[in-house]
C-alpha cells in the first residue's frame, strides 16, 4: 500500500504534550511531529495566571493565535513598545519575523489555539534573550 493523502487523515486525541523553546508546555496538536504536517500546524498554548513567553519571533512564519479562554496581553515590536490586549474569542495575526510576547498578567489562566504556517511550530524560533531583560522591566 502506497502513502496517499487519503491515507494520511488523523485525529491527535487529546492529552500530547511537548516543552516548546517558548517556555512553555503545550498541548500537542497537529503538526509535522504528530501527524507529518508540512505547511501547517496547530497546538494549545495553557498559560497560568502570570505567565510570561521568552521573547522570540518565527523565521519567515507567520502566526495566528485564537484565545479560546482568559485574558491576555502580547507585546511586540523590535524593543517590546508595543503590546495588545486579547480577550477569549479574539484571534491575533503575527507577522513572521515580528517579536513578541504573549504575557498573561490577568489572575486567572488562559488558553491559546496556535497556529503557525510551518509543520512544527518549534521550526523557525528565534529567541531574543536580551528583549527578555528589556520586557521584564516593562512588566513588573
Not at 100 to 129: F, M, T, Y
Request: proline share 6%.
Amino acid at each position: 500500500m502506497t502513502d496517499t493523502p487519503v491515507s494520511k487523515v488523523q485525529v491527535i486525541k487529546p492529552g500530547q504534550t511537548y516543552a516548546g523553546k517558548q517556555g512553555f508546555q503545550y498541548g500537542a496538536g497537529a503538526s509535522k511531529e504528530t501527524v507529518g504536517a508540512e505547511q501547517i500546524c496547530m497546538n494549545i498554548l495553557p498559560m497560568p495566571a502570570g505567565a510570561r513567553a521568552k521573547v522570540h519571533y518565527h523565521d519567515k512564519i507567520e502566526t495566528i493565535a485564537y484565545l479560546l479562554e482568559g485574558n491576555c496581553t502580547v507585546f511586540y515590536g523590535d524593543k517590546m513598545q508595543h503590546h495588545i490586549d486579547v480577550q477569549t474569542g479574539d484571534q491575533i495575526f503575527v507577522p513572521a519575523d515580528v517579536p513578541h510576547a504573549p504575557c498573561n498578567r490577568s489572575g486567572a489562566p488562559c488558553k491559546w489555539l496556535v497556529v503557525h504556517a510551518s509543520g512544527s511550530d518549534q521550526e523557525g524560533i528565534v529567541l531574543l534573550p536580551e528583549l527578555d531583560v528589556l520586557l521584564a522591566t516593562q512588566t513588573s
